[in-house]
């Protein structure tokens, strides 16, 4: 991951550069803005896991909230809604490549800054309506020591927060109705 942060920044400083887009077309910048896109969208999904290296896997209880548990409990679904972009991004991406080869003279008309902007912007918000649900597939719930465990463990906190399936966990008819619908 830390080698896919280094290509997607090194990708982002190459196609933002004002010299280069200065000598462009609108079909040109059209495919550079979609490019940017892919790449900041990439550059996202690999930051947002690299954490998956230090949050130990497994991990369901903690003592206090802090970021290894809202990771564990928000980070996949993060990571799949610029998956799911990335993959759109580049579906919209080689429709607008098609219309270009295949159709040049409605290309013009249709492909140009306004429709990138537009489809970048509807494949991002289509990515989070996709993946929202999966924020709610864990939760935490906080427990709390009986008196005879805290006389049994004096140095241990009283409270403590625990994984455990959300609203729409696997389990849940919630999680059987995002599946059909999905």
Partial sequence: CSFGVLGNILNLLALT???????????????TCGLIALAL????????YLPHATVPEGMNQ???LGFS???VVYGQAVINIFMVSSTWLTVVMA?????AICHPLHARLIVDMKFA???IIAVFV???????PRFWHYQTTCLYLSEEMQAIYPSSSPTWYQLDEGPLGRGSKGWRIYI???
């Fill in 95 to 99: 429709v607008s490549r098609y219309f």
């Fill in 180 to 182: 059909i619908c999905y």
């Fill in 41 to 48: 969208s990439d550059l996202l999904f690999c930051l947002f």
């Fill in 117 to 119: 902007k537009a489809s």
């Fill in 17 to 31: 550069r004002r010299s280069l887009q200065a000598h462009m077309g609108p079909l040109e910048k059209s495919a």
């Fill in 62 to 64: 903690w003592v206090n």
């Fill in 126 to 132: 289509g990515s989070i309506g996709l993946v929202l």
């Fill in 69 to 71: 548990s809202y990771y």
